[in-house]
């Protein structure tokens, strides 16, 4: 039976051998000192998990995870992100990456975090489920994968940020943190259908920005099997909303709803640009 294959990823030839060492006759190993080079790596070989660090040559492994999580070919792969870059490491899990191991790492939590990563990515195959959190603004209902999600709140008071566009004006604060808050309704111009007082906030993060998506409703979070979940997209048309289709779900009664990825709402250097207002000192301010 042939070994679990693996892609290691690092331009330090010091952590490459630290790595084949430890790893070495538990799995097949490849290797890749920088990003690109990992990138067509990664499609060329289909490894069953990626050993990934950050700041790297050409491109860095922020990007590459964004890139594998944005291609059907290998979005599936699990990433396990090896950096002694804390913040930027747990913003990757928030991109979809399966774990984080600090540097220095000791050799049995390095075996543990693969074990561990390839057994959740076995378990996904086998069932093709997916937990998800449906909501609604408007006329429009949708969903988003619940890994996805950070928390939900009935809507706070809320204060207006200085400039951006209509639907991105207003700010929240929670728990000493402002949080910049995005408007689904006003995004794909249509009307609320609740007043404000019964609104949610649905907390994401994009690119380890916080983000707060305010809607009308929000539902239990749902597991659907993989029979209910289609994505196959062609000729799926949903406007805005068409960009960070992930699939359609079916929900009964001949019904589909869109399956997305919610930082189809806003880009992320408009979100980073008006989080740097956002300085320590603004915070607590009156509107």
């Known amino acids: 039976m042939s070994l679990p294959s693996l892609l290691l990823v690092d331009d330090s030839d010091a952590i490459l051998a630290l790595e084949r060492a430890i790893l070495s006759g538990h799995y097949s190993l490849n290797t890749a000192s920088n ?10 070989l289909q490894p069953e998990a990626v050993l990934l660090d950050l700041s790297m040559p050409e491109m860095d492994g922020d990007e590459v995870l964004q890139k594998m999580k944005a291609s059907a070919a290998t979005a ?12 930027r490491a747990e913003a990757c899990l928030g991109l979809g990456a399966e774990a984080f191991l600090a540097k220095p790492f000791r050799a049995e939590d390095l075996l543990s975090a693969v074990a ?33 999600v950070r928390e939900v709140l009935l809507q706070p008071a809320l ?33 609320h259908r609740v007043p404000l007082r019964e609104r949610m906030l649905v907390i994401i993060q994009v690119d380890g920005v916080p983000l707060a998506l305010c809607v009308d409703r929000v539902q239990d979070p749902e597991e659907f099997p993989a ?12 406007g805005l909303l068409k960009e960070g289709l992930i699939g359609m ?4 009664g001949g019904r589909t709803l869109p399956l997305l990825d919610p930082r189809v709402f806003v880009a992320r250097e408009l979100l980073k640009e008006l989080s740097a207002l956002l300085r320590p000192g603004d915070v607590g301010q009156g509107a």
């Open 35 to 44: 990003g690109r080079e990992a990138l067509e790596k990664v499609g060329r």
């Open 76 to 87: 599936g792969i699990p990433v396990i992100i090896i950096s002694s870059e804390k913040s």
């Open 116 to 148: 561990k990563a390839l057994e959740n990515a076995r378990k996904r195959t086998r069932t093709g489920a997916m937990l998800v959190l449906r909501m609604t603004t408007g006329d429009q209902e949708f969903a988003v994968p619940l890994d996805a």
């Open 159 to 191: 204060r207006p940020l200085p400039t951006g566009p209509g639907y991105l004006r207003e700010y929240v604060e929670l728990r000493g943190s402002a949080v910049c808050v995005l408007d689904v309704a006003r995004r794909l111009e249509m009307d």
């Open 227 to 238: 029979g209910d979940i289609d994505r196959r997209l062609g000729g799926v048309e949903h």
């Open 249 to 252: 779900l079916r929900v009964g």
